[in-house]
């Protein structure tokens, strides 16, 4: 029997040992992830460590770590078997900082907000919305297609937690998972570069760029990446070098948690191919972008305000949280928090046109701009924002087009049936059947009578 134990102990020290050593070249990105993860979560959606490490570090190899959250701090600090310990720290209006192991806490920086709670109802406004039935809209079978969206008690599969309808300017369909409801902030992933994308829109509005510029950055002005334009970056088709994979060690994990200035790693990236001649997804890409809205600033506070003033504030985004590198710049690839309230208003703004309850804060040529399919994109991508121009969805309306996020994260506009879905969760095609889901949606409003 002892023997038996210590055959037992010995296979499961040797099984540990293994897992250490696999995975030790990859600690500082799995607990970098996991302070991240744990700290955004904690400090800024409200959660618990409990539904935190269950849901959205409840994969592999992130789930190794182990959590320890100090609530007088507010920071948390993440280790693999008490190796490679990394910290996040919240400070508000930056959300979340992911610290380097020379970093001494000094985190000063934080933009003004300019919040006006109008008396007007949703979405122009915080008051409830009014009442209205559209005959038009077979509402029993919006609802089925929100409630298949959902797992059913007991199952955790298509791992949906929020799903909001909305036509013509009104809600229409609402639902959350156990745990989430109306006020509850969701991480946006990717969805955050569409918010970038607008940000470059406003100032092209005001006439402070042009998409066609060349010479971006200091760093370039004497070799060939001079030649790649503002374009470029915002259909991802500048040509530069970019590895974007989560499951290993690459240039997207390197920049999100390892890095201060998550602009250096794409900033020194040199030229693969010909600018303009291939798309290649890239995080970095959009932190380069990020950079540039930086450098059109005499201050780095001007830069921090104008995001908020300039475009969230004025749409009433007013529980979005952009966070920044430990320098304090957007994370513009990655990291924006809303509710999905919230988020639906930036499909509102882009179903219009640029315009908001009167206010022109895009100039429509630029909404246009954003919908012109990325060449060799298969007609999948604009400016930061993902097209159904090459059929994705085949049977959801070619005109959709969306901001999307890691495990699912969706802002879906279809203008041909003035329409914004809002879907939150953890899991994404083919486990969650996105076609299938939108169609439904789609299909049941009709014509207008």
């Not at 997804?281 to 959009?286: A, D, I, K, P």
Request: net charge positive; glycine share 6%.
């Amino acid at each position: 029997m002892k023997k038996v134990l210590k055959f037992g102990l010995l296979l499961v020290l040797v099984i540990v040992v293994g897992v250490v050593v696999y995975n030790y070249p990859r600690l500082n990105i799995i607990t970098g992830f996991s302070a991240k993860s744990v700290c955004s979560c904690t400090f800024e959606a409200n959660r618990s460590l409990a539904s935190i490490e269950k849901g959205d570090n409840g994969f592999s190899p992130i789930n190794l770590a182990t959590n320890k959250i100090n609530f007088e701090e507010k920071s948390v600090t993440s280790t693999v078997f008490g190796l490679k310990a990394r910290k996040a720290i919240y400070k508000k209006g930056v959300g979340c900082v992911l610290l380097s192991e020379d970093f001494k806490n000094e985190i000063s920086f934080k933009p003004n907000r300019h919040i006006i709670e109008k008396k007007l109802p949703y979405p122009f406004g915080v008051l409830p919305q009014k009442d209205t039935v559209f005959t038009n809209v077979n509402y029993k079978a919006v609802n089925k297609a929100v409630e298949n969206a959902f797992d059913k008690i007991g199952d955790s599969v298509k791992k949906t937690r929020a799903v909001l309808v909305i036509y013509k300017n009104k809600i229409i369909a609402e639902k959350y998972a156990e745990g989430f409801d109306e006020n509850s902030k969701f991480l946006g992933w990717s969805m955050t570069k569409s918010i970038t994308s607008a940000v470059v829109g406003v100032l092209a509005k005001q006439g402070r760029v042009d998409i066609h510029q060349t010479n971006l950055f200091p760093e370039w002005e004497n070799d060939q990446r001079s030649k790649i334009t503002l374009n470029n970056l915002l259909q991802m088709n500048s040509g530069l070098a970019w590895v974007e994979d989560y499951n290993t060690i690459s240039d997207v994990t390197k920049m999100l948690y390892l890095d201060k200035d998550m602009s250096k790693i794409p900033l020194e990236k040199p030229l693969v191919s010909k600018p303009d001649s291939s798309w290649n997804y890239s995080s970095g890409t959009t932190n380069l972008i990020s950079k540039y809205i930086r450098n059109q600033f005499k201050t780095h506070q001007e830069y921090l305000d104008f995001w908020y003033k300039e475009l969230i504030d004025k749409i009433g985004m007013n529980s979005m949280v952009l966070e920044t590198d430990a320098k304090g710049n957007y994370i513009g690839s990655s990291y924006g928090w809303a509710t999905a309230r919230d988020w639906s208003k930036f499909g509102l703004l882009y179903l219009h046109k640029g315009n908001w309850n009167g206010t022109q804060i895009l100039n429509k040529d630029w909404i246009e701009y954003t919908v012109q399919p990325t060449p060799t994109s298969n007609g999948e991508y604009g400016a930061q924002f993902w097209l159904n121009s090459g059929g994705v969805y085949p049977n959801v309306p070619k005109d959709l087009f969306s901001c999307n996020g890691y495990q699912g994260q969706y802002v879906f506009i279809i203008p041909s049936k003035n329409l914004i879905v809002v879907r939150f969760g953890l899991a994404e095609n083919p486990i969650f059947n996105t076609n299938q889901f939108l169609s439904s949606i789609s299909q049941s409003i009709g014509l207008e009578q």
